[in-house]
């Protein structure tokens, strides 16, 4: 079975420790298989974008590592804890206090302002409203959205829709945060205005990033990128930002 | 070669020395690659030579002092025509990769995995230009850009190589 980045759970080294990992995962849709043994492992910090075409698996694996999906085999591992065996109540409470989340499409409430849209995971996660919309108000300016506090996310263009979107998942400071074609909705420039935000603000939090794209300009932005085809990661290459050679095993799909 | 046409379009501006010339060029065009003196002064003869600038040289006569040099009117329309015309849209439909691909299949060599080190390498640059675009002025943003969307094109005609190459294996032996 094909396990290249797999470290073992009691690495010594605490950094290398990946915080998220999907360890030989198989997932399918009826007969219709979507991953057959993708393994892939983030490491803090690290922004790793996982590239492939339509119907490579590359969102399954996605929602698979976010515990959204269970896998049918293998594992999921997220800071030390296996994540798939959990139950759907912890699991549940995990998505909401450790990832975030930023889709394509349709993840704004449209008739809530851009403040109450931000402050949304914060009043789930019973924060008073003073503290969590204070919270949400300091990210409007960091993501350029000053003065739209108040607009109903309705009402908004593409771009600052994504933009508010971008505040909500990263509001709760969660560890890792799941971006699946972020872009794909947006034109080239605002696309780009976007990934500026999203990587410069995931790099200011620490926090770790999986994005999902087809598109490599895109991917680009990330530190690492890697290549699902055929239901398997099959591509993976050394980072730029340490230098360091991570995983360059070259599987080539058959 | 578009060094000559390019300092031909400076010198519209005004005439100028060898050395402004290079500065400016280097600052808007050169990129990681400035031009050498040699270049430009070479350049600049070549020009003179064919009537399309005047000066540099010392008049005899004049003592040491140079003129700068300036556009003539041939060297002006040269430039018109030369600005206002395309260039030629993809004019080779051969491509190094392509031929590695081809005599990959020819001899039964991993051609998957020629196509996966060169997508690799391609990201890589990518990573590089990107991170310009990032830290860098507009211009060297635009010139990134053009890079960025080029690679983007090659990497495309890579995945779709790819996933094609089984078809393409039996085309290739069957020829």
Same mark, same amino acid.
């Given at each position: 079975?094909?396990?290249?980045?797999?470290?073992?759970?009691?690495?010594?080294?605490?950094?290398?420790?990946?915080?998220?990992?999907?360890?030989?995962?198989?997932?399918?849709?009826?007969?219709?298989?979507?991953?057959?043994?993708?393994?892939?492992?983030? +490491?803090?910090?690290?922004?790793?974008?996982?590239?492939?075409?339509?119907?490579?698996?590359?969102?399954?694996?996605?929602?698979?590592?976010?515990?959204?999906?269970?896998?049918?085999?293998?594992?999921?591992?997220?800071?030390?804890?296996?994540?798939?065996?959990?139950?759907?109540?912890?699991?549940?409470?995990?998505?909401?206090?450790?990832?975030?989340?930023?889709?394509?499409?349709?993840?704004?409430?449209?008739?809530?302002?851009?403040?109450?849209?931000?402050?949304?995971?914060?009043?789930?996660? +019973?924060?008073?409203?003073?503290?969590?919309?204070?919270?949400?108000?300091?990210?409007?300016?960091?993501?350029?959205?000053?003065?739209?506090?108040?607009?109903?996310?309705?009402?908004?263009?593409?771009?600052?829709?994504?933009?508010?979107?971008?505040?909500?998942?990263?509001?709760?400071?969660?560890?890792?945060?799941?971006?699946?074609?972020?872009?794909?909705?947006?034109?080239?420039?605002?696309?780009?205005?976007?990934?500026?935000?999203?990587?410069?603000?995931?790099?200011?939090?620490?926090?770790?990033?999986?994005?999902?794209?087809?598109?490599? +300009?895109?991917?680009?932005?990330?530190?690492?990128?890697?290549?699902?085809?055929?239901?398997?990661?099959?591509?993976?290459?050394?980072?730029?930002?340490?230098?360091?050679?991570?995983?360059?095993?070259?599987?080539?799909?058959? | 070669?578009?060094?000559?046409?390019?300092?031909?379009?400076?010198?519209?501006?005004?005439?100028?020395?060898?050395?402004?010339?290079?500065?400016?060029?280097?600052?808007?065009?050169?990129?990681?690659? *400035?031009?050498?003196?040699?270049?430009?002064?070479?350049?600049? #003869?070549?020009?003179?030579?064919?009537?399309?600038?005047?000066?540099?040289?010392?008049?005899?006569?004049?003592? *040491?002092?140079?003129?700068?040099?300036?556009?003539?009117?041939?060297?002006? #329309?040269?430039?018109?025509?030369?600005?206002?015309?395309?260039?030629?849209?993809?004019?080779?439909?051969?491509?190094?990769?392509?031929?590695?691909?081809?005599?990959?299949?020819?001899?039964?060599? *991993?051609?998957?995995?020629?196509?996966?080190?060169?997508?690799?390498?391609?990201?890589?640059?990518? #990573?590089?230009?990107?991170?310009?675009?990032?830290?860098?002025?507009?211009?060297?943003?635009?010139?990134?850009?053009?890079?960025?969307?080029?690679?983007?094109?090659?990497?495309?005609?890579?995945?779709?190589?790819?996933?094609?190459?089984?078809?393409?294996?039996?085309?290739?032996?069957?020829?």
């Amino acid at each position: 079975m094909t396990s290249v980045n797999q470290l073992p759970t009691n690495a010594p080294r605490q950094a290398e420790r990946p915080i998220i990992e999907a360890r030989d995962v198989y997932k399918l849709f009826g007969q219709t298989p979507a991953l057959l043994g993708a393994t892939l492992a983030a +490491r803090t910090g690290e922004i790793l974008a996982v590239m492939g075409p339509s119907g490579s698996g590359k969102s399954t694996l996605l929602h698979c590592m976010a515990g959204i999906y269970t896998p049918d085999k293998g594992e999921i591992w997220f800071d030390g804890q296996r994540l798939d065996t959990l139950s759907d109540t912890r699991r549940t409470e995990l998505r909401r206090t450790a990832f975030g989340f930023v889709f394509q499409f349709g993840q704004l409430v449209p008739e809530l302002t851009v403040a109450d849209n931000i402050a949304l995971p914060l009043l789930l996660s +019973r924060m008073s409203r003073k503290a969590a919309y204070a919270r949400a108000g300091a990210w409007l300016p960091r993501l350029g959205l000053d003065g739209l506090g108040d607009r109903r996310t309705g009402e908004l263009s593409g771009g600052q829709a994504q933009r508010v979107a971008l505040a909500r998942a990263l509001v709760a400071q969660p560890k890792v945060l799941f971006a699946d074609e972020p872009t794909g909705s947006l034109d080239t420039l605002t696309g780009e205005m976007v990934m500026e935000l999203l990587v410069g603000n995931a790099r200011a939090e620490g926090t770790t990033v999986v994005l999902v794209t087809h598109d490599a +300009r895109v991917a680009a932005y990330a530190d690492r990128q890697v290549l699902v085809r055929d239901g398997k990661v099959t591509h993976a290459e050394a980072t730029h930002t340490d230098g360091t050679v991570a995983d360059t095993e070259v599987e080539v799909g058959r | 070669m578009t060094v000559p046409l390019t300092l031909l379009g400076l010198l519209e501006r005004e005439p100028s020395y060898g050395y402004d010339l290079k500065r400016d060029y280097d600052a808007y065009f050169g990129g990681d690659k *400035p031009l050498p003196f040699g270049q430009v002064y070479s350049t600049l #003869r070549r020009l003179a030579r064919d009537g399309k600038v005047t000066g540099g040289e010392a008049e005899p006569g004049a003592g *040491p002092d140079r003129k700068p040099y300036t556009i003539t009117e041939l060297g002006t #329309r040269e430039f018109d025509t030369w600005l206002a015309k395309p260039i030629e849209p993809e004019p080779h439909l051969q491509t190094t990769l392509f031929s590695k691909v081809v005599l990959a299949l020819l001899l039964g060599r *991993p051609a998957a995995s020629y196509l996966d080190i060169q997508r690799t390498a391609h990201m890589q640059r990518m #990573r590089q230009l990107t991170e310009l675009k990032r830290t860098g002025s507009l211009m060297q943003t635009l010139l990134a850009d053009h890079g960025l969307f080029h690679l983007e094109a090659d990497l495309r005609w890579i995945d779709v190589t790819s996933a094609r190459l089984d078809a393409l294996a039996e085309m290739v032996r069957s020829i």
